[in-house]
């Protein structure tokens, strides 16, 4: 914190929109103003990966701190559920109810018929695992798992012990000679990646794109693959088969590096390329474009894979095929190489003890869990009586919102959220506590893309009945009688000081001078020994890895002319269902249900017809319109409706919950909904 007279004063900050950026920037504060403290945010010139600048979404983050609409009291129920019908509530008041509720259920029943449901949202270790304090020493249960990369990560860890195997300055490394951006629309959802592998191809790299969308990277691409969503794995065993039969694997490296790396061979020995050229959706030569150019870079090529390749039953496995082309072209641990998934593994032996402390995880206390995934089921079971929703909006992020809503909507269910604003959770809210922003709160941030450990100084709160995750639960627990716990008389920010005083010394200085610290630099090359944290150090092959999803695959490739493979990316405006306060102007969006124009005229429809989308999960109206980047076949929603307006159905109501068979992740991309024109 640095005091800049004018009572302005500087505090570092990093965006926590759970975002592969991380930004850290400088915040700018008046901690006398009354209302507007934070004035403004520079992101910081030096960082290596961000580069001094914000993606378009949220370069205004001070409007949306002081926004009208931010919650400022916490609210009681007026209105039946699924409506924001409420009244304010004085604090004490709130916190009286809920303790008493939680005291009357947790007597009359056991204690872990109350559940704590929270994920990632506010992406501070503090926000996210100090409520486990409570939740511990109540006995309760909590949600466990993720709805978003958990596929992958299992896939990738597998194979290597641990799904963290590159650092993203690869994108620079004078080595790399061939980037392969496999289902990640960089342009729109990682914008500071997207500069660097500019600048690298502007420097004469070249650029495979295989999107099942035509995104703005696959326009700079020397070669682009157009092809089907969900068939990815097909396309890996076609490349595997191609390398195999030309004999331009990398027979040391496998045999040196691989265990049971055989099996790879024997299951793609037989291919029927014509059929599953069209089955993927590309011509030959674009094929075999690509094959040239992995074997003229051979370990020069790095590979960058996006987390909606793996929103499906088998995302873990679809993973995993695709890394074996890496794998089998040795481009593993050779700088310029490998496979740029989620970092956060890399962070692990930093951050594990922290948030140990910070939970209390591994003292007097044991959580129950249940898959987060799930967490529609579950409420429906009947076991749970008392629920708390922080750091997480599950009637928007969620799949089958159906299941869910009718499970939220339970009178017998108290429902308390903790949040910034209202929006489709607090719908089902018997109380709603007004959350502290993340700015206003000390707390540490990982990043998943770079691997990073930064921190956000908190500012003041002009507010006075807001309050951080931590420091809510902390004042139910006094409330209860657990005001004596010495862990619940910590304040944050003594928990902030001691987390800062458990990491090593050189990170501690990072974080002090600059606001972050940085696991790589642009020359490091993780496992360059090729020594991986597996039972014999080796890259374990194991098969079956493309005996799956036969019946679903052919669910997908026979559909009838008005059934559609959906996809939900988030829009380039919003991250799911968040900063529709500061981007309303494409809220419309989220209205409509895109198709190729191929399909628009097949179905006979005209773009703005009222569409009927349906499937065994849900049904809703939406307008239709065109999209030219869509591979036919493809019906796309994006995810996340962005605020409580009404007539922006959410895209999740046709989503299973079903998870991803390795990760239980959420398979989001593996819907199929039919589509006819509303009369
Ligand atoms: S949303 Fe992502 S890219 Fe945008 S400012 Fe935040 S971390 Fe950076």
Known sequence: MIEKGNHTIVRYGTCTKD???????????????????????????????????????????????YHSDRLKNPLIRTGS???????????????DIISKKLIEIKERRDPTSILGAFYSGNSGLISMYAPLRFFGKLGATVTSGGICNEGGCAGLKKLF???????????????????????????????????????????????????????????KAHTFLHIFPGTEYLLAKMIINELIVRKEYDENFLHKHVDSFSSIFLEVAKIDKKKLLSQIGINYQTFQDFIELLIQFKHHTLFNIGYGVQKDFYGGRIIITIALIQILLGNIGKPGTGLIYSQSDFLKPLISPLQNYIAQGESEFKIKEIPI????????????????????????????????????????????????????????????IPAKFDLETDDFISGYYIPSLSVNIGGPCPYKDCMSNYEFFQRLA??????????????????????????????????????????????????????????????????????????????KLTRKKNEFLLISPSHSHFLHSQLGQLNTKFIDEFNKVFLA???????????????????????????????????????????????????????????????????????????????NKMH
């Open 19 to 65: 975002c592969y950026g991380s930004c850290v920037f400088k915040g700018i504060w008046n901690d006398k103003a009354r209302e507007y403290k934070f004035l403004s945010a520079y992101p910081l010139k030096d960082h290596p990966f961000t580069n001094g600048f914000f993606c378009q979404k949220f370069n205004r983050r001070q409007e949306l701190i």
């Open 81 to 95: 559920k699924h409506i924001n019908s409420f009244k304010p509530i004085n604090l004490k008041k709130a916190i």
């Open 161 to 219: 012990g641990t799904y963290s195997t590159t650092n993203p300055f690869q994108l620079n490394n004078p080595s790399t000679q061939l980037i392969v951006i496999w289902g990640s629309n960089l342009s729109e959802n990682n914008i500071h990646a997207y500069f660097l592998v500019k600048k690298t191809v502007k420097s004469g790299t070249k650029l495979i794109v295989v999107d099942s969308r035509r995104t703005l990277i696959a326009e």
């Open 373 to 432: 995934i799930k967490l529609g089921s579950s409420l429906s079971s009947g076991n749970y009586e008392m629920l708390f929703i922080y750091n997480f909006n599950p009637a928007s992020s969620l799949p089958n919102q159906n299941l869910l809503r009718r499970a939220l909507s339970d009178k017998n269910l108290f429902t308390v959220v903790i949040d910034l604003f209202l929006n489709e959770t607090t719908k089902y809210a018997d109380i709603v």
């Open 478 to 555: 006094w409330k209860i009688g657990y005001e004596n716990l010495g862990i619940f008389q910590e304040s944050e920010k003594e928990i902030f000081n001691n987390c800062l005083n458990m990491l090593p010394s050189n990170v501690q200085e990072d974080i002090n001078l600059r606001g972050y610290y940085l696991l790589f630099d642009n020359n490091s090359v993780p496992f360059n020994n090729l020594e991986f944290p597996t039972p014999n150090n080796q890259i374990q092959a194991t098969g079956p890895h493309f005996e799956f999803g036969k019946k679903e695959l052919n669910r």
């Open 597 to 675: 124009s191929e399909d628009i005229k097949t179905l006979d429809l005209e773009i703005g017809d009222k569409v009927h989308v349906s499937n065994e999960y849900g049904a809703k109206m939406y307008t239709l319109e065109e999209s030219p980047i869509l591979k036919p076949g493809t019906a796309l929603i994006y995810s996340g409706i962005s605020s409580t307006s009404e007539g922006f159905p959410n895209v999740n109501y046709f989503i299973p919950d079903e998870p991803e068979e390795m990760g239980f992740s959420g398979a989001y991309n593996s819907a199929i909904v039919e589509i």
